[in-house]
């Protein structure tokens, strides 16, 4: 039977109904909502559930209705990243989040981005960068977003179950034997060669590629 205080009555075509108060009218009231379900357990089960969940968002609002991803990644880099790594690698943070994590998400609350928000920005990402990059981008997101939970900022981490684009496995290019032989020719006659040359596979392939760049043109 439903006690005192649930909002959970038997209704007199055999169902049971659960009422909440999802929020206020203009004039103060509460705005009621209801379930329905054909046990007693079943709707005070889903009852909590609501519930629950209610809470949790009304507190992470609480808690962070005033700071935007930007504020707490500007704290965020100053006190957790800066006095830590290299000036190349805080340089590298810096370039990615001023160019591609502020335009997409910078002025959000940290309590409302959601997962699906993210997603977006790194479907938006992955348009026009490689994905490589994307992914770089994003564990830099996430490492933000750890630490606003580590704070209390927020209660959980939205960057969880984000689909990234696909890394492309590109195989090494490695020499053919015709290619080896004019390279081989090459190096003779400007008395440059050396034995490495004439190795097939990586070792081969590494030798020509700085020979390529530091002759500034392609040899054949």
Not at 113 to 121: F, V
Request: overall charge positive; hydrophobic content about 30%.
């Amino acid at each position: 039977m439903s006690k005192k205080g649930e909002n959970i009555y038997l209704r007199k075509d055999g169902r049971w109904e659960g009422r909440y108060i999802k929020g206020r009218k203009p004039d103060g009231r509460p705005c009621f909502v209801s379930i329905y379900g054909h046990c007693y357990a079943d709707v005070k089960k889903r009852l909590i559930l609501i519930k629950s969940r209610m809470y949790r968002e009304e507190l992470e609002w609480t808690l962070c209705r005033h700071e935007s991803l930007g504020g707490w990644t500007e704290q965020w880099l100053e006190t957790n990243i800066r006095p830590y790594v290299k000036p190349g690698t805080y340089a590298g943070y810096r370039r990615n989040i001023d160019n591609h994590i502020y335009p997409a998400l910078g002025d959000l609350p940290l309590s409302r981005i959601t997962t699906d928000r993210i997603q977006q920005a790194v479907n938006q990402w992955a348009g026009e960068m490689a994905p490589a990059t994307v992914g770089g981008i994003y564990r830099l997101l996430k490492s933000i977003f750890t630490a606003a939970c580590a704070q209390g900022l927020i209660l959980r981490n939205p960057c969880h179950n984000i689909r990234l684009p696909k890394m492309v496995c590109r195989s090494p290019r490695v020499l053919t034997r015709k290619e080896q032989e004019k390279l081989e020719e090459k190096q003779k006659r400007r008395k440059k060669f050396f034995a490495p040359v004439l190795c097939p596979g990586r070792l081969s392939n590494f030798i020509f590629g700085r020979y390529c760049r530091s002759a500034g043109k392609n040899p054949f």
